[in-house]
């Protein structure tokens, strides 16, 4: 921090509005213009507000500090904040940029109390020390940071729009293979070309978690076990929970539950790598009954129609194109992901040369 700056507790140059601030649980809450702030967002829009002022909303949830998320903010005009924001009025000698730019940058973990319900409560909001150079130059400061984050915000738009395009290249050349019916393909119900077969019984209470074999659920790895009922390539497909109808293929000695399906006769020839990659393409999911636990059934994906080549050679093909391009996805998540971390650190540099007067 330059000499010439000040520290100031935040109780000094600011006012807290907490005693104003107001919850309303969903039930009562009436549907309007005017935003309904939580922790560190909009939660709901309502028909009254409390404030009609720009002021700054710190997060009271103090799970939320250091996980990377905005837990100050400024809001503006009219609207209404529940009692999971504190809510602060800054004096005519600090900028409200300031003190948000400031608080998001800080490592404020240290000041969280409690276990169960960690929070940031007023008292220690109230002690946090504000770095305090004078008006003109907090402006000054201000403005080349909100350029700088600007800049920094649209790389990471970029990059993360990067990864989304990444994503969607194999389902396009997913959709492009699985759409085609030329040549010797074949069409045929889901229910004629394979038996599945679910797994059995095994609660988390029964597992063994210091035996040598994963336990297979719904949706992978749901705990060990020390024996195993199904061994070798085998296909499995999750029956039950948010995620069921994913699909994989594994190639050891595992315990499958009844949470899950395994592939338990072949009317037809496959590749087993082909087959995982087309009854994924289908979505399995969509097949699932809804209710509290959504579940997929032999009955309710018997009459999903496949479309696959008769020769198991061009089935193998398809599946190492489709491999290779996985691969070569990975590589470049990786690479834009790396990227999205040097951004981060990027912005986390130029708040330090800020607040410590180099900016």
Not at 57 to 72: C, F, I, P, T, Y
Not at 106 to 111: A, P
Not at 181 to 203: P, Q, R, Y
Request: aromatic share 10%; glycine share 6%; net charge positive.
């Amino acid at each position: 921090m330059k000499n010439e700056w000040s520290y100031k507790k935040l109780e000094e140059v600011c006012d807290i509005l907490d005693s104003l601030r107001k919850p309303i649980s969903k039930k009562n809450r009436k549907a309007g213009p005017y935003p309904y702030y939580g922790a560190s967002k909009i939660v709901d829009w309502i028909d009254d507000y409390i404030f009609n002022e720009k002021l700054v909303l710190v997060g009271e949830d103090g799970a939320k500090w250091g996980s990377g998320e905005n837990s100050s903010f400024i809001a503006d005009g009219k609207y209404w904040v529940n009692n999971h924001a504190h809510v602060i009025r800054p004096k005519a000698i600090i900028l409200h940029e300031w003190i948000t730019y400031y608080l998001n940058f800080s490592d404020l973990n240290y000041l969280v109390t409690g276990v169960t319900v960690p929070k940031l409560n007023q008292a220690k909001l109230k002690s946090i020390n504000l770095p305090l150079p004078d008006i003109s130059e907090q402006k000054s400061i201000v403005e080349k940071l909100d350029f700088c984050m600007e800049q920094i915000d649209k790389a990471i738009q970029n990059v993360e729009q990067n990864i989304k395009n990444a994503e969607k290249l194999l389902k396009s050349q997913l959709n492009e293979i699985f759409s085609q019916k030329a040549g010797e393909w074949i069409e045929e119900k889901l229910g004629n070309c394979l038996k599945l077969k679910s797994g059995e019984g095994l609660t988390s209470k029964n597992m063994n978690q210091n035996g040598n074999y994963d336990v297979y659920g719904g949706n992978g790895v749901v705990g060990k076990h020390d024996m195993f009922n199904m061994q070798g390539s085998q296909v499995i497909i999750g029956r039950v929970g948010a995620h069921c109808g994913n699909v994989r293929i594994v190639n050891e000695k595992i315990w499958l539950t009844d949470n899950a399906f395994k592939v338990s006769e072949f009317f037809y020839d496959f590749d087993k790598l082909f087959l995982t990659y087309l009854l994924n393409f289908k979505n399995l999911r969509n097949f699932a009954r809804q209710s509290a636990q959504p579940v997929i059934s032999n009955s309710s994906m018997k009459d999903v129609t496949l479309c696959f080549p008769k020769n198991i050679e061009l089935q193998k093909s398809i599946a190492s194109q489709f491999e290779e391009l996985k691969s070569k996805i990975k590589v470049l998540e990786f690479r834009y992901r790396q990227e999205l971390i040097a951004l981060d650190d990027l912005k986390k540099s130029i708040l330090e040369k800020a607040f410590n007067g180099e900016l």
